[in-house]
């Protein structure tokens, strides 16, 4: 990796971070490594049980059932959160977010650019 790949990645992973605990707390899931998974004496992964299937199946049909009531692509122009349909003020501006994460990103970009790794721990 070169150190623009590493700077483009390190920069990346707050935005990641967010999307991935908010899919992780949606689904009620966790990462785990193979090795932390327990094995059933079949040899398959707890993951691949009935019950879990079941389980997985239903969260879906939930999430499936509860967006047409609260769809994001809607033709209402306001700022809406769709779990609790609380409308955003007039003085919301979605560039001023943009704004910010610019700043934040600016802000990422002079605490790493300085930083530069040994070619062994590359």
């Not at 967010?18 to 707890?46: R, Y």
Request: charged share 25%; proline share 4%.
């Amino acid at each position: 990796m070169s150190e623009t790949q590493r700077l483009v990645w390190v920069m990346s992973m707050p935005a990641c971070a967010v999307i991935n605990n908010a899919m992780k707390s949606l689904t009620d899931t966790n990462f785990k490594t193979s090795e932390s998974i327990p094995v059933h004496a079949s040899g398959q992964h707890k993951d691949a049980t009935k019950a879990k299937k079941e389980r997985d199946h239903s969260a879906t049909t939930k999430i499936v059932d509860y967006l047409p009531q609260r769809s994001p692509f809607g033709t209402d122009p306001s700022l809406c959160n769709i779990t609790t349909g609380v409308e955003a003020e007039d003085g919301v501006n979605c560039e001023k977010a943009k704004e910010a994460w610019d700043q934040i990103v600016r802000w990422l970009e002079r605490m790493f650019m300085g930083i530069h790794f040994k070619r062994s721990s590359r």
